[in-house]
């Protein structure tokens, strides 16, 4: 099996659905799609029951585990030589995994660490809001430490949302599990620990998108996105221009997404 797509669900049923038929609609079409529903009240398991696509498989948590352990949950549980984490309410454009897939076998050397892209910025009804993506005009390698050293500055994730990143499952043992220590950086805290084993590909197409909602986990763990991300700088050790500029950012970049989560969220 190439690609283990694992969605992470909890109370996601209004949007899960478009995120499986996402997956269901790639252009390469070996993998496995996991959903893993974190002991969820709102029908998702129902919901899953009516695909009967023999490539899904469903597991339910007995209890809520929360974020962090149900993330962790997915990786354990993946099978596939890459994988790729997809929250319920996000979705993947139809090249998605065949152009990450390609540039990561295309890595002979193993200098890779991952594949990401830019992403489509969707409201709750879906309607496209913006493009977010790198700072380059093209396709290619970016050196795993200047993308770091650039996320510290900037005081964000330049890399995006689990859903425009794809890993390989071996270099995901390597370095363990996600740590939700700092819930808002959970992802860019997993993907500095991947970057530190090699370097990104970029694809300047988005090839997934990234819905924005007032009520969403993002939305919620973001509303201290200040603090946490001084709190992220001070575990990656920044100093200097690093700790300052991303200090500052952090704090503009916070402003800037409450914002946006309140009056572009909605539908």
Not at 64 to 85: D, F, P, S, V
Not at 216 to 222: F, H, I, P, T
Request: with cysteine; charged share 25%.
């Amino acid at each position: 099996m190439l690609v283990s797509v694992c969605i992470p669900t909890y109370q996601g049923a209004a949007y899960l659905g478009q995120a499986i038929d996402s997956v269901l609609a790639q252009t390469l079409q070996d993998f496995e799609l996991l959903v893993v529903d974190n002991h969820s009240t709102d029908g998702t398991e129902a919901l899953v029951a009516r695909y009967t696509d023999s490539r899904i498989r469903f597991l339910r948590n007995e209890r809520n585990l929360g974020a962090e352990a149900n993330w962790n949950r997915c990786l354990e549980q993946a099978r596939g030589t890459y994988i790729k984490l997809l929250p319920h309410d996000d979705m993947l454009a139809p090249d998605c995994l065949r152009r990450q897939v390609e540039a990561l076998e295309q890595d002979r050397d193993g200098r890779l660490a991952l594949a990401f892209c830019a992403r489509t910025v969707v409201n709750a009804a879906g309607r496209p809001l913006m493009r977010r993506g790198y700072r380059r005009s093209g396709d290619g390698a970016i050196a795993g430490d200047v993308l770091r050293r650039q996320c510290l500055r900037r005081g964000t994730n330049l890399l995006g949302e689990p859903g425009a990143v794809l890993f390989r499952r071996a270099l995901a043992q390597r370095v363990g599990g996600f740590d939700g220590e700092i819930g808002y950086v959970i992802d860019l805290d997993y993907w500095f620990r991947l970057l530190q084993h090699g370097d990104a590909w970029y694809s300047a197409e988005a090839l997934a998108s990234f819905r924005v909602t007032s009520g969403s986990w993002s939305a919620q763990v973001g509303r201290s996105q200040g603090e946490a991300f001084r709190r992220f700088l001070k575990k990656t050790g920044a100093r200097g221009v690093d700790l300052l500029a991303g200090s500052v950012m952090g704090r503009v970049n916070g402003l800037v997404r409450m914002a946006f989560y309140r009056f572009g969220g909605r539908a």
